[in-house]
C-alpha cells in the first residue's frame, strides 16, 4: 500500500484501504459468492449496484470491457454515480478475473471524479493491477 494508507474494512473474503484524505478507497476480495467466472461476478455485483437502496449509488452509469489479466480473460468495469447527500460525483473501476481456488478476484479503486482525482485513480489502479496476484487464496 502507498504510505499513509490505512485499512479501511476487512473480513475473510475483502480488505478495503482508504488514502490519507480520504479521496480515494483501494479494495480487493477474492470469493466465489457470484459465480467462478469474470462474467458472472461482474453481473452479480452490478445486480447489487443497480439496487440502489442497497448500494446507495445513485444515478449509475455503466461501462462494461472485456480484458485480460495474467491471460485470463477479465471483465473491467467503469461505474459514475453519486452518494446520497453528496454532490461531487465519484467513479469506480473494478477489475474481476479468475483467481486460484474456484474464486473471482475483484480489484477495485473508488475515487472522487474531481479533475486531478480522476488521473491519481488512473495510476492507482494500474499499479495495483500491475501487482495483482490472482493465484493466492
Known sequence: MPEGWRLDASD?????WKSPDGAHVLGCKRDSFNGTTADAAADGQLAWYRK???SAMEGL???RTRTAQDGKDAVLLTLDYHWPGQS???R???LFVTG???????LLVDSEAGAGRLAE???LFDTSRARLR????
Open 12 to 16: 475473510d473474503l475483502r480488505r478495503n
Open 121 to 123: 485513480q488512473a495510476g
Open 100 to 106: 486460484g481456488a474456484g474464486q473471482v478476484c475483484q
Open 88 to 90: 461531487a460525483p465519484r
Open 52 to 54: 440502489t437502496a442497497e
Open 92 to 94: 469506480r473501476v473494478e
Open 134 to 137: 490472482t493465484d493466492v487464496r
Open 61 to 63: 452509469q455503466v461501462q
